[in-house]
């Protein structure tokens, strides 16, 4: 009763981490960080075979620092078939709770 209220009151805000995707098709954080750091590895970038397998924050840091952000962005957007991913029960219960005004705020993040 008390998550409704909040909701009522608009006061609910959802951390939805990568988890949320992953019935669609999409990698986790964890998976991405491995692709990442595959693909970085594969161009030489320096510093990524410093960071552990999985570890996306070190890998996508490595390859901003070693590369550019325009690398990165070229990476991340090839990592996986963003296109094929259909939204699942997850995305369509946040996207009603958006449109009726019960959530101000939702917060993403890859793991």
């Excluded at 009522?8 to 669609?24: D, K, N, Q, R, T």
């Excluded at 960071?51 to 690398?71: F, H, N, P, S, T």
């Amino acid at each position: 009763m008390a998550l409704a209220m909040q909701a009522f009151e608009h006061h609910l805000v959802i951390c939805a981490g990568a988890g949320v995707s992953i019935p669609s098709g999409l990698p986790s954080g964890t998976e991405l960080g491995e692709e990442l750091r595959r693909q970085a590895l594969n161009r030489s970038i320096m510093g990524a075979e410093e960071c552990k397998a999985g570890g996306l924050l070190c890998v996508a840091d490595a390859i901003e620092l070693g590369a550019g952000r325009q690398v990165l962005e070229n990476l991340v957007s090839t990592a996986a078939d963003y296109s094929a991913a259909i939204p699942n029960y997850s995305h369509r219960a946040l996207a009603v709770l958006v449109r009726e005004g019960a959530v101000k705020l939702i917060l993403t993040q890859w793991d």
